[in-house]
């Protein structure tokens, strides 16, 4: 049995993932982001309770009030005192669903770690489902939701979503449907070297591909909000499209930037030689309209100009290598990561017929 511990005993502002002491570590956390949900967050904690009591489970749950205005945790407090496997994790101000995550990933101590909207439309039921998803055959470090049903409107949030869906899976190499689907099951490891920032909360399934881990999804059920407000809308498509440039640009070319400025450089050159090569033709009259002398063609200072932006490129790829290997050596940082080591002289016949 895991030695009891007060969850609130742990720091309140850990400087990295997983602050809690591993031989303090659990079965399961349950991280759950709430703003402005007072007549939610208690019917969804009872709803989580109901389900893994059934279980055998050793579990504990963290609500992280991202600065609600409301009387969130109020109503969580008197509804619930003494309960020793609540944790209620208060924001100083409404940071975003992404740092309510990761407030919760600092404080967790489960072995797995499974998230989902405060809002009572994810159902705590698919939360055993997922865990068993992650055993399957040999085995996923990530379990994703998949909201086929989807009760929202259609025009506003499931149109918007199926297309950046499909953008973001397409880019990222990810293969699920559904990336802003919060209920999700993690292996803790898989999210151990995995940073935060900004509103990276829906490319969290790709951020862990990244990291090598194996991801499946499973269908489950999305019931309609039936009290409070949404929080999403299309003013959210700009910034999940910034943000997919600044994941395409980690996933792709952090650990060689130079490649991404190495092949803009490439383009600027072929655009120098194309356009120096038709202002040829137009001197000797060679291309389509009047003959235009070089000293009088833009297309000359065009290609000088590129020329120039090329260099530059090429000067940006060296400068960001070097900054990349700062961020590598100072920190020391891998730019791998190792899934398992099997020292095959340990291994006899028998293991080998099991599977072990």
């Known amino acids: 049995m895991v030695p009891s511990l007060?969850?609130?005993?742990?720091?309140?502002?850990?400087?990295?993932?997983?602050?809690?002491?591993?031989?303090?570590?659990?079965?399961?956390?349950?991280?759950?982001?709430?703003?402005?949900?007072?007549?939610?967050?208690?019917?969804?904690?009872?709803?989580?309770?109901?389900?893994?009591?059934?279980t055998d489970l050793d579990w504990e749950c963290i609500i992280v009030?991202?600065?609600?205005?409301?009387?969130?945790?109020?109503?969580?407090?008197?509804a619930f005192p003494g309960d020793p496997r609540l944790c209620i994790v208060g924001l100083r101000k409404n940071f975003g669903q992404?740092?309510?995550?990761?407030?919760?990933?600092?404080?967790?101590?489960?072995?797995?770690?499974?998230?989902?909207?405060?809002?009572?439309?994810?159902?705590?039921?698919?939360i055993p489902k997922l865990l068993e998803?992650?055993?399957?055959?040999?085995?996923?470090?990530?379990?994703?939701?998949?909201?086929?049903?989807?009760?929202?409107?259609?025009?506003?949030?499931?149109?918007?979503?199926?297309?950046?869906?499909?953008?973001?899976?397409?880019?990222?190499?990810?293969?699920?449907?559904?990336?802003?689907?919060?209920m999700k099951v993690y292996r803790r490891h898989a999210l151990q070297d995995v940073q935060l920032y900004g509103e990276m909360h829906r490319f969290l399934p790709a951020l862990c591909v990244w990291k090598g881990a194996?991801?499946?999804?499973?269908?489950?059920?999305?019931?309609?909000?039936?009290?409070?407000?949404?929080?999403?809308?299309?003013i959210r498509t700009g910034k999940v499209i910034l943000d997919l440039m600044t994941v395409k640009f980690l996933?792709?070319?952090?650990?060689?930037?130079?490649?991404l400025f190495g092949k803009l450089s490439f383009a600027a050159t072929a655009l120098?030689?194309?356009?120096?090569?038709?202002?040829?033709?137009?001197?000797?009259?060679?291309?389509?309209?009047?003959?235009?002398?070089?000293?009088?063609?833009?297309?000359?200072?065009f290609s000088v100009m590129m020329v120039l932006l090329s260099a530059q490129m090429l000067v940006f790829g060296i400068i960001s290598e070097l900054l990349v290997r700062i961020y590598h050596e100072a920190q020391g940082k891998r730019p791998f990561g190792v899934r398992e080591v099997i020292w095959t002289k340990d291994l006899d016949a028998k293991d080998l017929e099991s599977g072990a």
């Open 6 to 54: 007060s969850i609130q005993s742990l720091p309140l502002d850990g400087p990295r993932l997983f602050s809690a002491p591993k031989e303090l570590l659990i079965d399961l956390t349950v991280v759950i982001p709430v703003h402005n949900e007072e007549e939610n967050a208690v019917p969804l904690y009872n709803e989580v309770k109901a389900v893994l009591d059934q």
């Open 65 to 78: 009030d991202d600065g609600s205005t409301d009387n969130t945790i109020d109503k969580l407090l008197e």
């Open 98 to 126: 992404t740092a309510g995550l990761a407030a919760g990933f600092d404080r967790a101590r489960g072995q797995y770690i499974a998230t989902m909207d405060g809002d009572l439309q994810n159902d705590p039921a698919d």
């Open 133 to 182: 998803a992650l055993n399957e055959g040999r085995g996923y470090d990530v379990v994703s939701g998949w909201r086929k049903q989807r009760q929202d409107k259609l025009f506003s949030r499931r149109m918007p979503s199926v297309i950046a869906n499909k953008l973001i899976s397409r880019l990222t190499w990810t293969p699920i449907h559904d990336f802003g689907c919060a």
């Open 214 to 234: 194996r991801i499946t999804e499973r269908v489950v059920n999305h019931r309609a909000r039936v009290a409070g407000t949404s929080k999403y809308g299309l």
């Open 251 to 259: 996933n792709d070319y952090l650990a060689k930037p130079l490649y």
């Open 272 to 301: 120098a030689f194309a356009a120096l090569g038709i202002a040829l033709l137009q001197k000797f009259n060679l291309f389509f309209g009047p003959q235009v002398q070089l000293n009088n063609n833009v297309l000359v200072i």
